[in-house]
């Protein structure tokens, strides 16, 4: 439900969390890259305001793609005046826990609706999550588990997950659960035998993309798109510094291409008719990120992950569980915003920056 084009009510909503959280508070900047990755990201706004076509539905459509950065200022507003205190974290991380434990409770019962009330139903065919967030709430549950159960009822609850994950009709989200699974093992060896671990887990993740889920009309329609989007942004000098907001994200010879080879004709004839190509990002959130402001702006969102780069490659396996679970938690997610559309959307957007910031949070709090 619209309040103002293109403003909704979820959208309203959230404004009102973060007017809350500064009228509460004084406003404060930790983590100081993003708050220069928004301040660019507001700049390229205003850029593409003034120098683009900015009126009628043009004006709609740079500031729904701008609504990326809208969610992340919200969150990282929000983030900064709630998570001052140590007991707030920690009760965002029990919230975490029982999103993740209500997600796949919900999806199991979901599932048996779905067998009850339609003929002849089959998990294997179409959709069959109950939502974007839900999914989000499962793979979280497959660290939670990895993490916080030992012996029979660890193998039995991971294996729930990852039958789950792989009935939802996204073959991403089963990818992202195995990923928590294969980074689980891969930080348990030394730094120094995880090197040559790595070429076998990469080994592994090729094998798992040639599956016929990986290799579909749908995934084939996914990596057509990302290459598009790269060769374009080399081509026209957009990589390293973006092209702002308000320009298709892809040329409408490519979406004739789609529909030749593939037989795809979604981006010229979807629901938003011919401006499709301006709201249809890549199914990747960091590609549309880089799409926007460019790879090097991009890279501002990971110097507050050093801790987690660290835990990839450097430190040992974390014996503090409640960090442990938010890694795993923040890697699963990476892998499935790689291969869909969601810090564009409000609710998983936050989901996702929630998890974010919360690890972030969590490991300046034990400095």
């Given at each position: ?21 500064i ?85 199991l019962?979901y ?55 792989a ?63 790269l060769?374009?942004?080399v ?19 490519f ?45 501002l ?17 974390s ?10 938690a ?38």
């Open positions: 439900m619209a309040v103002i084009e293109p403003i909704f009510i979820h959208d309203f909503l959230l404004v009102v969390a973060t007017l809350f959280s009228h509460k508070s004084s406003l404060r900047t930790k983590f100081p890259s993003i708050f220069l990755l928004i301040l660019l990201a507001l700049l390229y706004l205003i850029y593409s305001v003034t120098f683009l076509k900015w009126k009628g539905v043009y004006f709609v459509m740079i500031m729904r793609q701008f609504f990326l950065f809208f969610y992340l200022t919200c969150s990282y507003i929000i983030a900064n005046k709630v998570f001052q205190k140590k007991e707030n974290i920690i009760a965002a991380i029990t919230f975490i826990k029982k999103l993740a434990k209500i997600s796949i409770i919900l999806q019962l599932f048996a609706y779905l067998y009850i009330t339609i003929p002849n139903y089959s998990p294997l065919k179409g959709f069959s999550y109950l939502s974007a967030v839900g999914v989000m709430g499962i793979i979280i549950y497959g660290g939670y588990v990895l993490v916080y159960y030992k012996g029979l009822k660890k193998i039995t609850l991971l294996s729930l997950t990852l039958l789950t994950s009935l939802l009709g996204h073959s991403s989200s089963f990818f992202a659960v195995f990923a928590i699974v294969l980074v689980h093992f891969y930080i348990s060896f030394s730094p120094k035998i995880r090197f040559i671990t790595l070429g076998v887990l990469g080994v592994v993740m090729m094998l798992l993309l040639q599956l016929p889920q990986f290799t579909d009309a749908n995934a084939s329609w996914r990596l057509m798109y990302w290459n598009h989007v060769e374009t942004s081509s026209k000098n957009w990589l390293i510094f973006g092209n702002g907001f308000g320009l298709p994200y892809m040329t409408i010879e979406a004739q291409t789609l529909a030749d080879k593939i037989n795809s004709t979604f981006m010229l004839t979807g629901v938003n008719n011919e401006f499709e190509r301006w709201v249809t990002p890549p199914h990747n959130s960091f590609l549309t990120i880089v799409h926007h402001i460019g790879l090097l702006p991009a890279f969102i990971l110097i507050p992950l050093k801790n987690f780069l660290k835990q990839i490659f450097i430190v040992p396996k014996n503090d569980r409640e960090e442990l679970f938010l890694f795993y923040l890697f699963g997610l990476i892998a499935w915003v790689s291969f869909n559309v969601i810090l564009e959307v409000p609710h998983s957007a936050i989901c996702f920056w929630l998890i974010y910031f919360t690890y972030i949070f969590y490991g300046k709090s034990k400095v």
